[in-house]
């Protein structure tokens, strides 16, 4: 293992600014050997596969970044399935797949690496096509204890069984996947329908959508402003003229505009205007993902509970934003991962950000995440853990409300394949 404590290249500010104590590239023996980790200092290997979260690297932390060997994408044209390395990032995914008119639901931004699909993946697409790990067909890797695995999908003995359906939502408590066999489906023309609204514009946005088909669905985020996208796939003359009673209900809120895109991949999300600061390198910035239900009669309710959160708001860099899940995830590959919340509609997640080395602005803008996660708990009472929050004082809270009936399951594989807890602790 190589010293190494210049900064690691990644979109996340956080881990950028991150005092390495080695960055390392390879996956041997070596790396699982106990002496490398600190327990007095509850130091484990940090693993980086895009580097947008702020869990891929900490102050005097090793980081396995994966994206230098284990970036290689395959597809098979006679099955249509992709494989790729453990450091793909999904723009280059889309990249590499858009050649051969092919697609995978990845979702709103093109910076994750294969970390997205790992922890569930939720994409504009997930209502049609399922969850990004309900299109896993195998994997290759290892586990925390060092023991190399490969595992098909319909070749799982019964010993296999629980850690295929682990890696499937918790891998990177108990696992690092250098290789993963993906299936891919057909690009297609998208209609997107976006624009600013008031809030009572929302309202009526938000139960609309509550009763969309599957090829349609609703983004929306609430900064300074508040910007919706309704994304609608075009798949055949019969389904996009149902598809256009529905859009035609929008027809009606005259701030929104209409653009056919050619594929997924020429669409991108949040518009300049919105005054976003994720990419702002003097910003560091956490992010908490909700999981909930259907709203229906609470939508007036939620609304209002929005408008306080954002009253409310430490500075302009905070923002709450959604997507919407349901139809194919909720009824996709039941007990067969550790995505437990499958009756899930929305995906909210609450975004906070302040002046690096700013430590009351920080401790500030925390407790803005804590209230605001506080009053929306009544309508997204779970957790979708896309970030890893050890270092922060919710962690057992998230965890417990991420994997619900499947925390014990977790537990014991953490302990049964890392022992000496080397990967991120529960």
């Known amino acids: 293992m190589k010293n190494n404590n210049n900064l690691l290249e990644v979109p996340n500010i956080n881990s950028k600014d991150a005092k390495l104590k080695k960055l390392i590239y390879d996956v041997d023996e070596s790396l699982f050997n106990e002496d490398n980790y600190s327990y007095e200092k509850f130091e484990h290997l940090c693993v980086c596969s895009g580097g947008t979260t702020s869990s891929c690297a900490k102050n005097g932390f090793t980081t396995l970044d994966l994206r230098k060997n284990h970036s290689k994408i395959h597809l098979d044209r006679k ?97 690092i996947i250098t290789e993963i066999e993906l299936k891919t489906i057909q690009s297609n023309s998208i209609k997107v329908i976006e624009g600013f609204v008031n809030l009572n514009e929302l309202t009526e946005i938000i139960k609309l959508s509550e009763e969309f088909p599957e090829n349609i669905s609703l983004q929306w985020i609430y900064a300074q402003k508040i910007y919706i996208y309704i994304f609608a796939e075009l798949k055949n003359n019969l389904e996009d003229k149902k598809t256009e009673k529905y859009l035609m209900l929008l027809d009606k809120f005259p701030s929104l505009e209409k653009q056919i895109y050619e594929n997924f991949n020429k669409i991108n999300f949040y518009p300049k205007e919105l005054n976003l600061y994720e990419l702002n390198a003097n910003n560091h910035s956490e992010v908490i993902s909700l999981l909930g239900e259907d709203l229906k009669n609470d939508i007036p309710i939620f609304i209002r509970c929005m408008d306080e959160i954002m009253e409310n708001k430490p500075n302009n860099s905070c923002y709450v934003a959604s997507q919407q899940l349901g139809c194919k995830t909720k009824k996709l590959n039941h007990g067969s991962s550790f995505f437990v919340h499958r009756k899930s509609t929305w995906k909210p997640w609450i975004y906070a950000s302040w002046k690096k080395n700013d430590l009351q602005e920080k401790e500030v803008a925390l407790e803005w995440i804590y209230k605001s996660w506080s009053k929306l708990k009544r309508f997204y009472p779970n957790i979708h853990l896309a970030q890893l929050h050890n270092h922060l004082d919710s962690h057992e809270e998230e965890i417990r409300l991420a994997f619900g009936n499947r925390m014990n399951e977790l537990k014991t594989l953490k302990n049964i394949f890392d022992p000496q807890g080397i990967l991120p602790p529960l």
Do not use: C
């Open 79 to 175: 099955t249509n399935l992709v494989t790729i390395g453990g450091g793909v990032i999904m723009g280059d995914l889309l990249n590499y797949l858009q050649k051969h008119n092919r697609s995978f639901p990845i979702g709103l931004s093109k910076l994750p690496g294969a970390g997205y699909i790992l922890t569930g993946g939720v994409s504009p697409l997930s209502r049609t096509y399922g969850l990004a790990i309900d299109n896993i067909e195998s994997i290759k890797g290892f586990l925390g204890n060092g023991t190399f695995i490969s595992l098909k999908k319909n070749q799982i003995n019964n010993e296999e069984q629980l850690i295929w359906e682990g890696i499937k939502g918790a891998a990177p408590f108990f696992s």
